[in-house]
């Protein structure tokens, strides 16, 4: 306990307590309040309303919902089969080349991504290569943009993994994928599914490469909730955003009760 | 020396087909990631009909929306990360050392920001702070004012301080972790012989939320040069920065030379940023 007086401490709450409110919880409350606002005209609503949620569920919402889910999937998916496979594989590398490859698998989280909806609409508008308009070119946006958030997490899970499991599975016999099958997969699990948690939510948020690269009929959350906004249907717009952070937050809640039922903890 | 040598080859001999292990993933992200950017470097020495045209470099380069885009880039990132940092620094010591009855959820909560999208906070404050929002309502009808007197939205300052309350927990968490290893019969030890809170603070506590600040603070420098959702949303005419200026280029005006010519500007820009970050969290151990 840094400060001792009674006084003392109950200034500091209230500051914290105002820097908190203001800069934290306001905007969160707000958002709330104002997708379900009838009227708002003066400092709080003039009534409260279910109406703008009714709006966006006839519109496009649950193609926008469906869209960012699916892409979320499937790009965290991806990210999380080759974030593991790169991770796993580096650990055979030679010091020198370990250094270099995991910096470069570090690198696409470093560039804006902007840029990197930029560089896959140069690159694939043209044959062999066509992806532009296809709703493939958007996986891979969010594929790229997340693969180094998952690879990070699995590296560090496998550094804090102790080595003795996978030495006395291959002392025991074990050949290299009985052993990454029955020992360290099983071991590296609760690290697996943080980093399919946090690139899911990483993807549902995305924005910049998205706005570079969707084609029409596949409208993501984010993208839709800029297009009402954008209108001056603001309200409609904060509806959506509850529905993007509700969606959000039961994926994240839900994969942390599996991870603990698994675990046995 | 030779025996070493004699049971030391036979493994890194039967190492050797491991190794390849690494191509499938490293192929992926080469062909999805460093082809194309390539292609961005590529594509900015060419016109949009593909012929050489390196005096359209020097011409955006040179060009007011360029220049003013990245002076507010600039800008907009260091003032936004001296706030993430000062409001950081304030909330984790308060956190971390006047605990208070559930400040360990309150702290989960601010970590969840980290998960939400940023342009979450932008739409927000428009509710907030927008010309007919919360703030100027009360204070049109508190003192009859005939037009709204908080104006700060749409200019860069609207900006900064919704990047203040979207970065802040990438500063909290490091900052939090490093306190928690500080001694705390340290503390109580110097509270006991004399030293009051602020000198505290300087001479125990600072030192150790050192390594915590340069690291986070050069991750927020990074993340802000590159933020897109919050410039987009507040969506203000003068208010324009490195991303918001390639989207608008290659999208609304299909000049692809021009755009790749500041994406390469913003990429080389990122990655000195993550450049600084690698360099102050590797040595600093964070």
Known sequence: MLVWSRSGRLVIW?????????????PLAVILLSSL??????VLPNGLTTEHYADVAKGAAWNAVKASLVTGFAASALALVSGTWAA?????????????????FFIPSAVPSVSVGLGLLVAFSHPPLLLNGTIAIVMIAHFVLISAFTFGNVSAGLARLSPDFEQVASSLGARPAYRLRHVTLPLLAPYLVAAFGLSFALSMGELGATVMVYPPGWVTLPVSIFSLTDRGDIFAG???????????????????????RATGS | MSEALAIAAPTARKREPGRLWIVPPAALLA??????????????FLDDSGVANVAEIIRVLHSRFFVN????????????????????????????????????????????FIALPTFLVTLAFTFLYGSAGMLNSGLMEAFSLPLPPVDFLYSTWGVVLAEVTVYTPFILRPLLAAFSLVDRGQIEAASVLGARPFRIVRQIILPAAIPA?????????????????????????????LPLLIYGKAIQESAYQVACIIAVVNIALSLGLFGLYRFAAGRLGV
């Open chain 1, 14 to 26: 209230v500051i914290f307590a105002l820097i908190f409110g203001v800069l934290f919880l306001a």
């Open chain 1, 37 to 42: 606002a009838d009227q708002w005209n003066g």
């Open chain 1, 88 to 104: 796993l594989s580096l650990r055979l590398q030679g010091p020198a080349l370990k250094r270099l490859l995991g910096l470069l």
């Open chain 1, 238 to 260: 904060a509806a959506l955003t509850m529905i993007l952070v509700a969606a959000t937050l039961v994926l994240l809640l839900g994969l942390e009760r599996i991870t603990k």
């Open chain 2, 31 to 44: 062909l999805l990631f460093f082809y194309p950017l390539a292609l961005i470097i590529r594509q900015a």
């Open chain 2, 69 to 112: 885009a990245l002076i507010n880039t600039v800008t907009i990132s260091v003032t936004a990360t001296a706030g993430c940092l000062i409001v950081g620094l304030v909330l984790a010591l308060i956190l971390a050392f006047v605990p208070f009855p559930g400040s360990g959820f309150i702290a989960r909560l601010i970590d969840t």
């Open chain 2, 213 to 241: 600040l340069i690291a986070g603070g050069s991750l927020c420098l990074l993340l802000t040069v590159n933020e897109f959702g919050i410039v987009l949303f507040i969506g203000a005419k003068g208010v324009i920065t």
